[in-house]
Nanobody, 125 residues
Framework: VQLQASGGGLVQPGGSLRLSCAASGQTFRRYVVGWFRQAPGKERMFVAAIKLRGDTIDYADSVKGRFTISRNNAKDTVFLQMNNLRPEDTAVYYC???????????????????WGQGTQVTVSS
């Protein structure tokens, strides 16, 4: 499966962006899809993940209450709605997927076998 992340850009603090992760090559409605981000000079970190029909979702503590992950299985697309953005949210955002990720491994990069190319999010005034 190939993943294409999009929707990044430059936004002011307090603003919103919606990222999309589109799959091609194989339907990934049975896959767990996760979002990770990597800020300059830092390690890539978990942001959020969603399973199947959205019945299982996890978020990093730093984004809870501000970010929402959702999926449209009919369109093989997963979204990350990001509200009340902060400068510390600035990073390259990656989506990742795999067919067999248990919940305890949602935040583990090594659990995901497929990765998109990343989309830049910059939060600055």
């Amino acid at each position: 499966v190939q993943l294409q992340a999009s929707g990044g850009g430059l936004v002011q603090p307090g603003g919103s962006l919606r990222l999309s992760c589109a799959a091609s090559g194989q339907t990934f409605r049975r896959y767990v899809v996760g979002w990770f981000r990597q800020a300059p000079g830092k390690e890539r970190m978990f942001v959020a993940a969603i399973k199947l029909r959205g019945d299982t979702i996890d978020y990093a503590d730093s984004v809870k209450g501000r970010f929402t992950i959702s999926r449209n299985n009919a369109k093989d697309t997963v979204f990350l709605q990001m509200n009340n953005l902060r400068p510390e949210d600035t990073a390259v955002y990656y989506c990742a997927a795999d067919a067999s990720v248990i919940r305890s491994a949602f935040a583990s990069q090594s659990a995901y076998g497929y990765w998109g190319q990343g989309t830049q999010v910059t939060v600055s005034s």
